[in-house]
C-alpha cells in the first residue's frame, strides 16, 4: 500500500536561508511524487511532479526535488526562502495499483522569518 | 479560467441537518474527487468519480453520499450532520484516473457543525 510521511509538523527558517521539507514514500511499483502547495484560505496548488524522467525536478517559485529511490525520499528544497513562501506544503504518492488515487502526506506548515 | 467552483465557501450547520456541497468543474476533465482536511492528517479521500456515471468510496466515506451529475458537477451530501464532519472539504479534478497527471483543486468549504 502507498503512503507518504512528511517529517515535522512545521518549519521555521530565516529570510534567504535554504528551505528543505522532507518527504517519505512507500509504494511497491515505482511511483508518481508530487509537492503541493496551499496558501491560507485556498485550495492545493501544484509546484512539481516526479514521473519516472529526471530524477531532479525543478517546479515554480524556484523550488526542487530530487527523486532517491534508495533512500525512498523526494524532498523539496530551496535555496533562498522569501516571506511568500510562507504556506503549508503537501507531498503526495499515487501509482497504477491504486487507480492512481492520491495520498497525501499530513502537511508541513512553513514559516519564513525576517 | 475558473478551474474548479466549490460553493458554498462557508457553512455553519445543527448536529442532524443536511446539506449538499457543489462542484464544477470547466476544464473537460473525466475524474473527480471529495477530500475532507483536518489539521495535522493532510487531505483524506471521501469519494471519488472515474468518469460520469460512476463513483466509488475512497478512505471515509462513512457518513456521506456522492452524485455525479453530469460531466461538470460532482456534489456531496451530508444526510445527517454531525460534529465530526466539521472540517474543510475539497473538490479536485483530474483528466482520467489512467494517468499521472496531478489533480487541481477548489477553494474549498469550510463547513462547521455545533
Known amino acids: 500500500a502507498q503512503s507518504v510521511t512528511q517529517l515535522g509538523s512545521h518549519v521555521s527558517v530565516s529570510e534567504g536561508a535554504l528551505v528543505l521539507l522532507r518527504c517519505n514514500y512507500s509504494?511497491?511499483?515505482?511511483?508518481?511524487l508530487f509537492w503541493y502547495v496551499q496558501y491560507p484560505n485556498q485550495g492545493l496548488q501544484l509546484l512539481l511532479k516526479?514521473?519516472?524522467?529526471?530524477?531532479l525536478v525543478k517546479g515554480i517559485n524556484g523550488f526542487e526535488a530530487e527523486f532517491k529511490k534508495s533512500e525512498t525520499s523526494f524532498h523539496l528544497t530551496k535555496p533562498s526562502a522569501h516571506m511568500s513562501d510562507a504556506a503549508e506544503y503537501f507531498c503526495?504518492?499515487?501509482?497504477?495499483?491504486?487507480?492512481?488515487?492520491?495520498?497525501f502526506g499530513a502537511g508541513t506548515r512553513l514559516f519564513v522569518k525576517a | 479560467n475558473a478551474g474548479v467552483t466549490q460553493t458554498p465557501k462557508f457553512q455553519v450547520l445543527k448536529t442532524g441537518q443536511s446539506m449538499t456541497l457543489q462542484c464544477a468543474q470547466d476544464?473537460?476533465?473525466?475524474?473527480m474527487y471529495w477530500y475532507r482536511q483536518d489539521p495535522g492528517m493532510g487531505l483524506r479521500l471521501i469519494y471519488y468519480?472515474?468518469?460520469?456515471?460512476?463513483?466509488d468510496k475512497g478512505e471515509v466515506p462513512n457518513g456521506y453520499n456522492v452524485s455525479r451529475l453530469n460531466k461538470r458537477e460532482f456534489s456531496l451530501r451530508l444526510e445527517s450532520a454531525a460534529p465530526s464532519q466539521t472540517s474543510v472539504y475539497f473538490c479536485?479534478?483530474?483528466?482520467?484516473?489512467?494517468?499521472?497527471?496531478?489533480?487541481?483543486f477548489g477553494d474549498g468549504t469550510r463547513l462547521s457543525i455545533l
Open positions: 516526479y514521473t519516472s524522467a529526471a530524477t
Open positions: 476544464m473537460n476533465h473525466n475524474s
Open positions: 503526495a504518492v499515487s501509482d497504477f495499483t491504486g487507480g492512481f488515487k492520491t495520498i
Open positions: 509504494s511497491s511499483v515505482p511511483p508518481y
Open positions: 468519480s472515474a468518469s460520469e456515471g460512476t463513483t
Open positions: 479536485a479534478s483530474r483528466p482520467g484516473t489512467g494517468d499521472n497527471q496531478p489533480q487541481h
